[in-house]
């Protein structure tokens, strides 16, 4: 498939050759939705049985994110959801996308990580974001006495890093010791949805993802920055990006309409102020919004494909040869259980077409 290049996009050339499209990876984000008429404990089921099938269809990585205060998210205690997923699982990389590293203290963190990497080695990654991921009476009862915040995230980084490269249980730079996590085999990544991420993951050598799925209006340019900046590391001797990705799928384009509404009435509720738990889908719902809340999902929903197979199959394949990114996050809220199997499913055959077609 060849690469479209448009002479206006900071992409134009900084993005791979075409070859890296049959080498993109595809991975799942999975928030742990709490859907209307079911409970959290249900949540947590259906976050086990969806990583254990996305592992089967060859999914490379499946991550949750750390969110507070949501009724329709339960991923709130996001090392302990992920120790109950990897213990469901047994290939595919399991972490954080991410952990909002100005809620804890840097120490708190190595340590929770090192116990799953301790748990199951070679399996865990580390993604780390500075939003507080709730709001800020939310963040503030979360935080009470920490130090810092937002603007002490680089520090807050370089700290982390240190713990887990203390190999030889000396304390490193910091004189104290993370137990379990000095040595721990961690792979961090930055999480982003402006520059400022895209630059920090540069400076430091990181794999950087990008939430185009919720946030897609830098993109482009971040992607352009992170690989132009970019620095070899220890961790990485080369840019390696992701960015989310909405996918709805079904066995025809209007029953992925139909699916898509859950998310789409989940977004206008949240943006509106009236967060809710994810509710079933609505025929029509789209068509019968309101012009500022269509424009609403317009916005958020840029990065997505919603459709039959062949419609997403090209949604992704114009994704991946829009911004070359090494790998491709996945995700969508769907309120049945079975048919969210079913879209990754289809996704899935999606990616393999898309590289197939390179």
Request: proline share 7%; charged share 15%; aromatic share 6%.
């Amino acid at each position: 498939m060849a690469r479209r290049r448009n002479q206006a996009s900071p992409l134009a050339d900084t993005a791979p050759p075409p070859y890296l499209l049959a080498m993109t990876r595809y991975s799942l984000l999975d928030l742990v939705p709490v859907v209307e008429g079911g409970s959290v404990a249900q949540a947590f089921a259906n976050a086990a049985d969806l990583a254990r099938h996305a592992e089967a269809l060859g999914f490379h990585r499946y991550w949750t994110a750390e969110h507070h205060g949501m009724d329709g998210i339960a991923s709130a205690a996001t090392a302990v959801v992920l120790a109950h997923v990897a213990a469901a699982t047994r290939t595919i990389r399991i972490g954080a996308g991410g952990i909002m590293l100005p809620n804890h203290a840097p120490l708190v963190i190595a340590e929770q990580f090192g116990t799953l990497d301790a748990l199951f080695p070679g399996r865990i990654d580390l993604g780390l974001g500075r939003a507080p991921g709730s709001d800020q009476r939310v963040a503030r009862a979360m935080r009470r006495t920490l130090q810092g915040g937002a603007d002490e995230f680089p520090r807050d980084v370089m700290e982390l890093q240190s713990y887990f490269a203390d190999a030889d249980g000396s304390g490193g730079r910091t004189g104290i010791v993370a137990t379990p996590g000095a040595g721990a085999n961690v792979p961090l990544w930055i999480l982003g949805s402006s520059l400022y991420g895209a630059q920090l993951a540069a400076a430091l050598g990181l794999p950087y993802a990008f939430a185009s799925h919720f946030a897609p209006d830098a993109l482009d340019q971040a992607l352009a920055i992170y690989r132009r900046e970019f620095r070899p590391s220890a961790q990485l001797d080369r840019p390696y990006a992701m960015a989310g990705f909405n996918v709805f799928a079904a066995d025809s384009d209007a029953e992925a309409q139909l699916l898509a509404s859950s998310q789409q009435q989940a977004f206008v509720a949240l943006r509106t102020g009236n967060p809710r738990r994810l509710p079933p889908p609505v025929p029509g719902y789209r068509d019968g919004l309101p012009p500022q809340h269509a424009a609403i999902l317009d916005h958020v929903l840029q990065c997505s494909a919603v459709g039959g197979p062949a419609t997403v199959a090209r949604g992704i394949a114009a994704f991946v040869a829009r911004t070359g990114v090494d790998e491709v996050m996945l995700t969508s809220a769907i309120w049945d259980h079975s048919a969210r199997l079913r879209s990754i499913a289809i996704a899935a055959d999606a990616m393999a077409e898309v590289a197939q077609a390179a």
